[in-house]
């Protein structure tokens, strides 16, 4: 059986069912009616604001839910790493590439504004529009994570050590108030992390080693 899907929140596709489906700040009710794909919707349930999906169907981003841990809102579009859970709460810190902490755990980059123990989903994967991209020389520019956890742009402006290098995506659309981007975050590598060197360890030099 096919399913409508979002993150965690799961409604049966197909068949003809009497029951009502609840999650954070989603109430639907079925209604006793056959579902069989997407025209059968008049209204599409949604969570906080994002339209679930039905199996089959192209999305454009994978959004997970997640509750800000920080002392402050976090604005849409900043990225975010993993800190810890809660019981079922994927709790996240806004990044930085000043550390190893607050940079390797780099999850995606928040969907809407986020104020302090509220829940709201963060960007994995896909595009995410609504930015201001102006700083970018044009589309198609890398972006990077930077100290603040700001947005970097460009091959020009890519972070060196100290800093750590985080690839956050591609600018999509260059434009102050409605900026486009596609996130895929790569965490790059350090020295010690790369699987033909080995640097922990104590060893004495030869002549010619």
Known sequence: MANIFRAKHIISRTGTFS?????????????????????????????NTIPILLSGESAASLNLLVKNEESFTLRKGQPVYIYG??????????????????????????????????????????TLEGLDTSLAGSVGDPIWLGPTGNLIFGLA??????NHLVYLGVVER???NNGKVYIKVQNGFELEELHDVNINHTYTLNNND
Not at 31 to 47: C, E, Y
Not at 102 to 117: E, I, V
Not at 157 to 162: F, I
């Open 174 to 176: 260059k434009q102050a």
């Open 85 to 126: 859970a809660n019981g079922n709460n994927i709790l996240i810190k806004a990044a930085s590439n000043t550390g190893d902490p607050t940079s390797s755990k780099t999850l995606g980059l928040l969907y809407q504004d986020l104020a302090p123990n509220d829940q709201g989903y963060v960007v994995t994967e896909g």
């Open 19 to 47: 029951h009502e489906v609840t999650a954070p700040n989603l109430v639907y009710n079925t209604g006793n009616q056959t579902i069989s794909g997407l025209k059968d919707f008049t209204n599409r349930p949604t969570v």
């Open 157 to 162: 402006q890519k972070p060196y050590a100290p």
